[in-house]
């Protein structure tokens, strides 16, 4: 067997045992002669291991009764839809924090719905950043406020989530479950699971139960979120294997405890930044206040190298650091399941690299 380290933005690297247990389970699942794949999602098989990645995601999230847990297909890419087609009223404004590329593509299906207020823009900025509190003005009575946790592309993260007025809603697609937060802050979460959670197939949605009846009765039966609600994340086929490696990774992840998997995370990208850091060969695209932790953009001092860069890493075994096709640049993405060893791995392919080319 031989695993590459791979900085993958998304679908992204997950945990070898993970992959390791599923392969195990995969053709005969726990004696019942199918694979988890090929049976109904109705059974006790599988309803079993649906409930366990609920109980694991609110026992990580540390959630109340109040909020439910969906899995809705479609991606986070739904959910920027999804979202202003319950909520924005016709006549009612949301706020929305353009931050970047996603946050400029959530607003982008908003404004088909109805009118937005950008509660700050630095999406264009460079440095890529967050905006600073003392930038943010808000709508008195938005029908919801959305932010998006990270910025994939960019590399800039908050480091300390908002707290508003009106319902606030949060696109954690790329660090959800890597840090603590304070989920009663929140009236929605969402994320779209090939990142930090497991393969791709559906968005994590996590709502307030009395948010989501404030939503629009009128919509179609899959894009309302009480239908989800009603039926237990039941109401069509749900995506039975993706779900299934979410409660994999869910229960690895509780093994690990969210406050070291926190710290294990700080670390690992302190170490990248330190390597960018330690001369004039590397750049850091984010400001330094905001670089994220899961996806780590930097520059070198032409695209000649860049080129390079990548196609020699991968040559090392380091592979998927180029970054967004938009952008360009160096991305090293390094959610939950990336190894410190990867880390330790590239940064030294970086000093040798800046050795024989700077
Ligand atoms: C990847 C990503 C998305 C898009 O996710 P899909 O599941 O492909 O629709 C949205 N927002 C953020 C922050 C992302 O990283």
């Given at each position: 067997m031989s695993r590459i380290y791979n900085f993958s933005a998304g679908p992204a690297v997950l945990p070898l045992e993970v992959l390791q247990e599923a392969q195990a389970d995969l053709v005969d699942y726990r004696g019942s002669g199918m694979s988890i794949m090929e049976m109904s999602?109705?059974?006790?098989?599988?309803?079993?291991?649906?409930?366990?990645?609920?109980?694991?995601?609110?026992?990580?999230?540390?959630?109340?009764?109040?909020?439910?847990?969906?899995?809705?297909?479609?991606?986070?890419?739904?959910?920027?839809?999804?979202?202003?087609?319950?909520?924005?009223?016709?006549?009612?404004?949301?706020?929305?924090?353009?931050?970047?590329?996603?946050?400029?593509?959530?607003?982008?299906?908003?404004?088909?719905?109805?009118?937005?207020?950008?509660?700050?823009?630095?999406?264009?900025?460079?440095?890529?950043?967050?905006?600073?509190?003392?930038?943010?003005?808000?709508?008195?009575?938005?029908?919801?406020?959305?932010?998006?946790?990270?910025?994939?592309?960019?590399?800039?993260?908050?480091?300390?989530?908002?707290?508003?007025?009106?319902p606030l809603v949060a696109d954690m697609s790329s660090d959800i479950l890597s840090r603590p937060v304070d989920a009663a802050n929140f009236a929605m979460i969402y994320a779209g699971a090939q990142k930090n959670l497991g393969p791709a197939g559906f968005a994590l949605v996590v709502i307030r139960k009395d948010f989501a009846e404030r939503g629009n009765k009128a919509l179609p039966a899959m894009l309302r979120y009480t239908t989800h609600i009603e039926n237990g994340?039941?109401?069509?086929?749900?995506?039975?294997?993706?779900?299934?490696?979410?409660?994999?990774?869910?229960r690895w992840l509780k093994r690990f405890g969210l406050a070291q998997m926190h710290r294990q995370n700080v670390e690992k990208a302190a170490r990248l930044y330190a390597a960018i850091d330690s001369g004039t060969f590397y750049r850091g695209t984010a400001a330094k206040a905001f670089r994220s932790d899961m996806n780590v953009t930097f520059r070198l001092p032409t695209e000649e190298l860049e080129a390079r860069f990548c196609e020699e890493a991968s040559k090392a075994g380091l592979k998927g650091l180029k970054g967004h096709r938009s952008v360009g640049g160096i991305r090293a993405s390094i959610y939950n399941a990336f190894p410190v060893e990867g880390v330790e791995r590239l940064v030294q392919f970086m000093k040798d690299f800046e050795k024989r080319c700077g």
């Open positions: 999602h109705r059974g006790k098989e599988y309803m079993a291991v649906q409930e366990e990645a609920q109980a694991n995601l609110r026992e990580l999230l540390g959630l109340t009764d109040d909020y439910a847990v969906l899995f809705i297909q479609g991606g986070a890419s739904l959910q920027f839809a999804m979202l202003p087609m319950n909520f924005l009223g016709r006549d009612a404004v949301a706020d929305y924090v353009n931050s970047g590329h996603w946050a400029a593509a959530a607003i982008k299906q908003a404004r088909l719905v109805g009118q937005v207020n950008q509660a700050a823009n630095c999406e264009k900025d460079i440095p890529t950043r967050m905006p600073e509190a003392s930038e943010l003005t808000w709508t008195p009575g938005a029908a919801y406020a959305h932010i998006t946790s990270n910025e994939t592309i960019s590399g800039a993260q908050w480091k300390s989530l908002p707290v508003t007025e009106a994340s039941m109401y069509n086929t749900p995506p039975c294997f993706s779900i299934y490696m979410l409660a994999l990774t869910t």
